[in-house]
């Protein structure tokens, strides 16, 4: 229902501005790239917005239900839920959907941390881009495996605030350092935007039920 209104307002929209432009004098083709972009900012900015930047969670959650049906966005409330059976049903729905070797081996990567089935994560991570995801995923892999110490490394190679404070928080579970994990979590959450700041502040509820109240911004 939301998307037929919306999509009724930007048709009535690019109606009653084409109009201005006839008005206004301004020739057919210059009219249609502008009617163009302006619908475009209507349509996409919004959403990207909050995939992207948006740190209010309430917002966020509210996009992602009204977004049920695409499985892009889903795949995060499910994966923050902890929904096995959605989060199995909807990457093999993107499997199918994107062929691309790289977004392949993102989506075989995600599946395989979330089961705890880390030689497949090590055997996918090979194939992802950008090589900050490519990093994160390794630094997990060797901290299961008890290299701490490269671990470390790779973390500090990592250019991304959220995803290497939250690979240190990690770190420091391993060492049972709860306090300087917790820490590090809430400012991986500090740092974070967007659908990842939903996820991560979902998982860390269930593991540092301590942490302070993320404020709405």
Avoid at 67 to 96: G, T, W
Avoid at 148 to 153: D, L, P, Q, T, V
Avoid at 160 to 170: D, G, H, R, V
Wanted: with cysteine; proline share 3%.
């Amino acid at each position: 229902m939301i998307w037929i209104i919306r999509n009724l307002v930007v048709f009535v929209f690019a109606i009653v501005m084409w109009k201005i432009m006839d008005h206004l004098h301004i020739n057919n083709a210059l009219a249609f790239v502008i009617i163009f972009i302006l619908m475009f900012l209507i349509l996409y900015v919004p959403i990207l917005f909050t995939v992207l930047w948006d740190s209010n969670l309430k917002r966020i959650e509210k996009f992602l239900m009204s977004n049920k049906s695409k499985p892009e966005y889903h795949l995060f409330y499910a994966l923050a839920h902890e929904i096995d059976e959605e989060v199995e049903d909807l990457i093999r729905l993107l499997l199918q959907k994107y062929k691309g070797i790289h977004k392949q081996a993102l989506y075989k990567t995600v599946f395989a941390f979330y089961k705890k089935e880390i030689l497949t994560v090590k055997e996918e991570i090979e194939f992802i881009k950008p090589l900050a995801y490519k990093n994160y995923y390794r630094a997990i892999v060797c901290m299961e495996e008890g290299n701490n110490a490269e671990a470390h490394k790779i973390i500090h190679e990592i250019p991304t605030p959220w995803m290497k404070n939250a690979l240190l928080s990690e770190l420091e579970l391993t060492s049972n350092h709860h306090a300087a994990a917790t820490e590090l979590a809430q400012q991986a959450l500090h740092q974070s935007k967007g659908l990842q700041k939903y996820v991560l502040f979902k998982t860390y509820q269930r593991k540092f039920p301590e942490m302070k109240p993320v404020k709405a911004r």
